[in-house]
């Protein structure tokens, strides 16, 4: 029998329902940041893998025994399981025998998105039959420069 002072113990339904609320609101915001973070860690492995497209361009570049002309092209790659298009423009240069590549990197179906860039310079070697390897430095015996030896 239960008599008139007696007193339940334990919480209220509304005390149960303000910490389920507390409680969802909590995790709520863990998930969110959750879900930030692996945004940003797609982000980024997409943004590494572009640059890396792009270095590759530009030493491929480097490396063709032919001097690249001025000029637009445009390519797809694949990299990482990606499907990368890159557009590669060499430009002239104020010296004659330097060429700027500027390489842009987007995924192959939104050109518009370009996640990375990178420049870079292909240039011929200069042939020298006269005269110092650098000026102000005479040459020595057998046409060495001074302070260097063979």
Do not use: C
Not at 20 to 39: E, Y
Not at 50 to 72: F, N, S
Not at 119 to 133: E, K, L, N, Y
């Amino acid at each position: 029998m239960v008599t008139k002072h007696q007193r339940y113990s334990g919480f209220t339904l509304i005390e149960v329902l303000v910490a389920m609320a507390i409680v969802a609101l909590g995790l709520t915001a863990v998930f969110m940041q959750v879900n930030q973070m692996l945004a940003s860690s797609i982000y980024l492995q997409q943004k590494t893998l572009a640059t890396w497209v792009a270095v590759d361009r530009i030493t491929e570049i480097r490396l063709q025994a032919e001097y690249p002309k001025p000029g637009q092209t445009k390519d797809e790659i694949e990299m990482g399981g990606i499907r990368w298009g890159y557009r590669v423009t060499v430009a002239e240069t104020p010296a004659d025998n330097l060429r700027r590549i500027d390489v842009a990197v987007f995924p192959a179906d939104n050109p518009d998105s370009i996640l990375a860039t990178a420049s870079g310079f292909r240039g011929v070697a200069i042939q020298r039959d006269t005269g110092p390897v650098m000026p102000g430095v005479g040459t020595g015996q057998g046409g060495i420069p001074n302070g260097l030896t063979q």
